[in-house]
């Protein structure tokens, strides 16, 4: 029968173009995950940079920036809108804070965040920089890269991250995956991003549904059951008691640091190095001679490019935390009023324009 062969035909002949069609668009997306702008690698990372040119594009003339870099512990940590109010009330000049802090962050994000910043043409003002002791650890730096290739690095960066330490194999899975089935590997960051309706009930981090204009993701609700906390810790201890069994602070990652510190002062931003508040479990797994060898290296870098410092680890009772590392939104606000009383540095820096140019792009 003709028209049966002709109607199966034309079936062949869609199936073939809806083939094509579906294969030239996922080589499209995978190439634009694999070697376009950072926003396209790490959603996550293109959602605040949006928010923050949206806050950037709504601000005075003459406003100066200040963006909080670090991990989820600065990510819930401070309140950015709650630290613009309070400073706008004692400055003569327009500021606007963000937290670009994001999860899993660690001292090679803080520097890839800013050198992604940097080249995207948004230069700092003020940088707050989370500084944590496990950042210092013999194993923070190797942590950090794996956390990045899970979620999102391009094939330009990996060039220049892996001077830090081993890369995955570029050939493996858990590299490539986010190049050959991009839409699940960052399902959630483009859930949060297009559908949050559709987002896990997770009150926090990677999965959680929001963070607010400012970038802060606050940990709401009620504390933790002393039985739900309680094992809490002992998942925390798990993960980052083995952080301080080393007897010196790695060089790795005091490479990182230093690279991050001189990449601000080649930039021209002024930094406030930042010690997040810690619950006394936390406190008490840090040995004191560690603590004391992380604070006598950062006191020295303050002293060498002319930094401040902020140590607010032991700033909060315990009641006011979700966990050891993570605190409750109203230990962030108090943690924020405190933290804005201490930030002098602030209110005396010279006048700066909100946006300014762009890095030289990465070789």
């Given at each position: 029968?003709?028209?049966?062969?002709?109607?199966?035909?034309?079936s062949?002949a869609?199936?073939?173009?809806?083939?094509?069609?579906?294969?030239?668009?996922?080589?499209?997306?995978?190439?634009?995950?694999?070697?376009?702008?950072?926003?396209?690698?790490?959603?996550?990372y293109?959602?605040k940079?949006?928010?923050?040119?949206?806050?950037?594009?709504?601000?005075?003339?003459g406003?100066?920036?200040?963006?909080?870099?670090?991990?989820?512990?600065?990510l819930?940590?401070?309140?950015?809108?709650?630290?613009?109010?309070?400073?706008t009330?004692s400055?003569?000049?327009?500021l606007?804070?963000?937290?670009?802090?994001?999860?899993?962050?660690g001292?090679?994000?803080?520097l890839?965040l800013?050198?992604?910043?940097?080249e995207?043409?948004?230069?700092?003002?003020?940088?707050?920089?989370?500084m944590?002791a496990?950042?210092?650890?013999?194993?923070?730096?190797?942590?950090?890269?794996e956390?990045?290739?899970?979620h999102?690095?391009?094939?330009?960066?990996?060039?220049?991250?892996?001077?830090?330490?081993?890369?995955?194999?570029?050939?493996?899975?858990?590299?490539?995956g986010g190049?050959l089935?991009?839409?699940?590997?960052?399902?959630?960051?483009?859930?949060?991003?297009?559908a949050?309706?559709?987002?896990?009930?997770?009150?926090?981090?990677?999965?959680?549904?929001?963070?607010?204009?400012?970038?802060?993701?606050?940990?709401?609700?009620?504390?933790?059951e002393?039985?739900?906390?309680?094992?809490?810790?002992?998942?925390?201890?798990?993960?980052?008691?083995?952080?301080?069994?080393a007897?010196?602070?790695a060089p790795?990652?005091?490479r990182?640091?230093?690279?991050?510190?001189?990449l601000?002062?080649?930039?021209?931003?002024?930094v406030?190095?930042?010690l997040f508040?810690?619950?006394?479990?936390?406190?008490?797994w840090?040995p004191d001679?560690?603590?004391?060898?992380?604070?006598?290296?950062?006191?020295?870098?303050?002293r060498?490019?002319?930094?401040?410092?902020?140590?607010g680890?032991?700033?909060?009772?315990?009641?006011?935390?979700?966990?050891?590392v993570?605190?409750?939104?109203?230990?962030?606000?108090?943690?924020?009023?405190?933290?804005?009383?201490?930030?002098?540095?602030?209110?005396?820096?010279?006048?700066?324009?909100?946006?300014?140019?762009?890095?030289?792009?990465l070789?």
């Amino acid at each position: 029968m003709p028209g049966a062969h002709q109607m199966a035909k034309t079936s062949r002949a869609s199936l073939a173009w809806f083939l094509l069609a579906s294969g030239l668009i996922h080589v499209g997306l995978s190439a634009l995950v694999g070697w376009g702008p950072a926003e396209f690698h790490d959603p996550l990372y293109g959602e605040k940079l949006a928010q923050l040119r949206g806050r950037m594009a709504r601000a005075e003339t003459g406003a100066r920036l200040v963006v909080v870099l670090g991990s989820s512990r600065a990510l819930t940590g401070l309140n950015a809108q709650l630290l613009e109010h309070r400073l706008t009330e004692s400055v003569d000049h327009p500021l606007v804070i963000y937290n670009f802090a994001v999860p899993g962050g660690g001292p090679v994000t803080e520097l890839l965040l800013l050198h992604r910043l940097l080249e995207d043409g948004v230069r700092p003002d003020w940088l707050i920089l989370e500084m944590w002791a496990p950042f210092f650890a013999e194993t923070a730096v190797s942590g950090n890269l794996e956390w990045l290739e899970s979620h999102g690095i391009g094939i330009q960066e990996r060039s220049w991250l892996a001077t830090y330490g081993p890369l995955a194999d570029p050939r493996s899975v858990t590299t490539v995956g986010g190049t050959l089935v991009p839409w699940y590997r960052h399902r959630f960051a483009l859930l949060r991003r297009f559908a949050r309706r559709l987002m896990p009930s997770i009150p926090w981090g990677v999965r959680s549904p929001r963070f607010d204009e400012g970038g802060w993701e606050a940990i709401g609700g009620e504390r933790p059951e002393p039985e739900l906390y309680a094992r809490l810790v002992e998942i925390d201890r798990s993960a980052i008691e083995p952080f301080f069994q080393a007897d010196r602070l790695a060089p790795a990652s005091r490479r990182v640091v230093g690279d991050l510190l001189a990449l601000t002062k080649r930039h021209g931003i002024r930094v406030v190095l930042t010690l997040f508040p810690e619950a006394s479990d936390l406190r008490g797994w840090c040995p004191d001679d560690y603590r004391d060898r992380v604070m006598a290296d950062l006191q020295a870098a303050c002293r060498e490019h002319d930094f401040d410092l902020i140590d607010g680890h032991d700033w909060l009772p315990d009641e006011q935390f979700f966990d050891p590392v993570h605190v409750m939104a109203a230990g962030a606000n108090d943690f924020t009023d405190r933290f804005a009383d201490r930030l002098s540095p602030l209110r005396g820096d010279a006048a700066a324009e909100v946006a300014s140019r762009p890095a030289d792009r990465l070789r």
